[in-house]
């Protein structure tokens, strides 16, 4: 099965439990480290990645920033932005594509949304 853009943007929907989803205030490294602190103080690993020069070659364009492996087998790909940011295309194509392999893909803005899905979001 492969995904459409408005199938992303369905599932996404069906996944935004919040009642109030405000992307955090500042850069989006910020919130990576937040993120990855957590993993760390819970004992989840936590692959952590941002696009750079150095990571050319090594890092898949459009791969998400974080891969966390969590209890009872289940590893989520999260794509984080901050408040203003928008997903580049072939970050969708890549978010489209691992949906469709059925893999758990989350666009998280905020330290609270990605709670939530840590401790809510099965699918």
């Given at each position: 099965?492969?995904?459409?853009?408005?199938?992303?943007?369905?599932?996404?929907?069906?996944?935004?439990?919040?009642?109030?989803?405000?992307?955090?205030?500042?850069?989006?490294?910020?919130?990576?480290?937040?993120?990855?602190?957590?993993?760390?103080?819970?004992?989840?690993?936590?692959?952590?990645?941002?696009?750079?020069?150095?990571?050319?070659?090594?890092?898949?364009?459009?791969?998400?920033?974080?891969?966390?492996?969590?209890?009872?087998?289940?590893?989520?790909?999260?794509?984080?932005?901050?408040?203003?940011?928008?997903?580049?295309?072939?970050?969708?194509?890549?978010?489209?594509?691992?949906?469709?392999?059925g893999h758990e893909w989350h666009e998280i803005r905020s330290y609270k949304k990605f709670l939530?899905?840590?401790?809510?979001?099965?699918?």
């Open positions: 099965m492969r995904w459409s853009p408005q199938q992303l943007a369905d599932y996404m929907t069906k996944f935004d439990h919040t009642d109030d989803d405000t992307p955090d205030e500042g850069k989006e490294s910020k919130l990576q480290g937040k993120i990855v602190k957590y993993c760390k103080d819970h004992g989840y690993p936590c692959l952590s990645f941002r696009q750079s020069r150095k990571a050319k070659g090594f890092v898949v364009p459009g791969w998400p920033d974080l891969t966390i492996c969590l209890p009872a087998s289940r590893v989520i790909f999260i794509e984080l932005k901050a408040k203003t940011g928008i997903l580049k295309a072939d970050q969708r194509d890549m978010a489209l594509m691992m949906l469709a392999l939530e899905v840590v401790n809510h979001g099965r699918i």
